[in-house]
């Protein structure tokens, strides 16, 4: 006996989540070994509307699919010939297949969003270090520095700082947006995508200075609290 359309896009779909599910536990598996993981790992990876999950764990979400075309299988199978069931199996079928498009990007852009979260972290390392080397010499300028830093109130800076966390954060965002766009682009629109994101690096080197600055600053102006 022939199968309908509906049944083979749920064996279709069935196969893929499967696929899906071993590439989600290897790249969960792989952002674990990462430190820099822990600067992302807060942030929502899809939109409220297409997942009720909420985790940084890819393989979670993928869990979702899975039931989700589960029950709708039993659904499915269980509703009688109407006029309901097709539009009904469409919409159901439609938002599954929108999840499974986010899962794939998502995977695909693992690789991106983590590098850019290593630099990050990377460049917040290398701040506590100078830091802490400037704490040990006691520069001459250090006192200057401090005095203008007390001008502003820790509440003050720590809201800049928030601030900046967040630009970003979206910054990344846009990075890892555009650098999907590209992949996914044909070849005349590369060359504009390559220079939007290499315009968006360069707001984020600026950004990251900026974060360097005021991290400094509020450093020296606790010290000077202190005292």
Not at 58 to 86: P, Q
Not at 131 to 158: P, R
Not at 207 to 215: F, G, T, V
């Amino acid at each position: 006996m022939l199968k309908n359309p509906h049944e083979i896009a749920i064996s279709r779909l069935s196969t893929l989540i499967d696929h899906l599910s071993v590439q989600a536990k290897k790249t969960d598996q792989l952002n674990s070994k990462h430190k820099s993981h822990r600067l992302i790992e807060n942030n929502d990876l899809f939109s409220r509307h297409l997942f009720t999950t909420e985790s940084d764990k890819i393989s979670l979400y993928v869990d979702e699919v899975k039931k989700r075309l589960s029950e709708f299988s039993r659904l499915y199978r269980l509703s009688g010939s109407n006029a309901n069931k097709a539009e009904f199996a469409k919409s159901s079928l439609l938002h599954i297949e929108q999840q499974i498009t986010a899962l794939m990007n998502a995977i695909q852009a693992n690789p991106a969003m983590h590098q850019a979260a290593q630099a990050s972290f990377d460049a917040r390392k290398k701040v506590r270090i100078k830091s802490a080397q400037a704490a040990q010499l006691k520069q001459n300028d250090t006192y200057n520095k401090m005095a203008k830093s007390v001008l502003l109130s820790s509440h003050q800076l720590y809201q800049q700082l928030s601030e900046h966390h967040e630009f970003e954060r979206r910054l990344i965002e846009m990075i890892t947006e555009r650098e999907q766009q590209r992949t996914r682009s044909k070849s005349a629109n590369t060359d504009k995508l390559s220079l939007e994101v290499l315009a968006l690096h360069q707001r984020l080197g600026r950004c990251r200075k900026a974060i360097s600055s005021i991290e400094r600053n509020i450093e020296q102006a606790e010290k000077g609290n202190l005292r």
